[in-house]
């Protein structure tokens, strides 16, 4: 995959990604709040390192948000940037269950090297609709979260989307976490293209879609993106 005009392959933009540094590496996570209505501790803003140098605080609209409870955004974020294989021919189509990072253990008073611990399988935001939609105990007949099932996940789109949604935001509609997004056909710089995303661009060709981030547990605090819509389109 590879974009006429851009500086550079997917590839190499994804290699870049996948190892860049997350500010507070090696702290302690902030623990999880209980309840996604409480003062959400857990979602405190994450910074990415060189060479990108961008800070991410979207998820103040709960509206969005789909993680809570157990869920930590900073663990799974590290986690599936670091299962992304750039070498793939279609990144975005690659899935499989993502761990977190195996980290080399720090060696012993005698100089031994510590027993290395089995890496923590981690469970992804519900951000790619071929996971949410699918993912509530209507849908399979059984809850997932209950039994501590670990499944697919498409590493690529849950930590992009993770980043993309700090600039290009769907826009709300009359329902809650029912949103609405463009998209389009022809090369834009991105200060307009997060405009036209949510169809604030006039005199651009745009297929607007609609989805929603629904509850997928009987708790109503873990939520996904479901499939989208096409609605019509705009011009």
């Given at each position: ?79 599936m940037k670091g299962a992304i294989d750039e070498k793939c021919d279609d990144p975005f189509a690659q899935g499989g269950v993502v761990a977190d990072p195996v980290r080399q253990q720090p060696t012993g008073s005698t100089g031994k090297s510590r027993k290395a611990t089995k890496p923590k399988k981690r469970e992804p935001y519900y951000f790619d609709a071929r996971r949410g939609g699918s993912a509530t105990a209507r849908d399979i007949g059984f809850m997932p979260d209950a039994l501590k ?87």
């Open positions: 995959m590879r974009c006429r005009d851009a500086a550079a392959s997917l590839g190499t933009l994804l290699s870049s990604f996948k190892t860049c540094g997350l500010l507070g590496d090696g702290q302690p996570a902030s623990k999880e709040s209980a309840d996604d209505d409480d003062e959400d501790t857990k979602a405190q803003p994450l910074e990415i390192g060189d060479p990108f140098n961008l800070r991410l605080d979207w998820w103040s609209d709960k509206g969005l948000k789909t993680w809570a409870g157990s869920m930590n955004a900073r663990t799974i974020f590290v986690a099932m670990t499944t697919e996940a498409f590493p690529a789109v849950e930590a992009l989307c993770l980043v993309g949604l700090q600039r290009f935001r769907p826009a709300p509609t009359d329902t809650p976490r029912v949103f609405d997004y463009c998209t389009w056909s022809v090369p834009l710089p991105p200060a307009l293209a997060a405009v036209a995303v949510c169809g604030r661009l006039p005199g651009v060709d745009a297929v607007r879609y609609r989805f929603e981030n629904a509850f997928r547990t009987d708790q109503r605090k873990h939520k996904g993106f479901m499939p989208a819509t096409r609605i019509g389109e705009e011009r």
